[in-house]
């Protein structure tokens, strides 16, 4: 099982913030941005398999 303590050390201090941000957001807001990730990992992936 991974503690707290164990994602702080995985994550760096920024995303912990943003993340943190993010749970303070009502659900409608959350989902844009969790849209707007999604996007950008998969164009990410998408370039990186024809790289």
């Known amino acids: 099982m991974v503690s707290d303590s164990d994602r702080e050390d995985i994550l760096d201090n920024d ?27 998969r164009n990410y992936r998408t370039k990186k398999a024809y790289a």
């Open 15 to 41: 995303a912990i913030k943003r993340i943190k941000a993010i749970q303070e957001l009502p659900v409608s807001e959350k989902d844009k941005i969790y849209s707007v990730i999604d996007a950008v990992i």
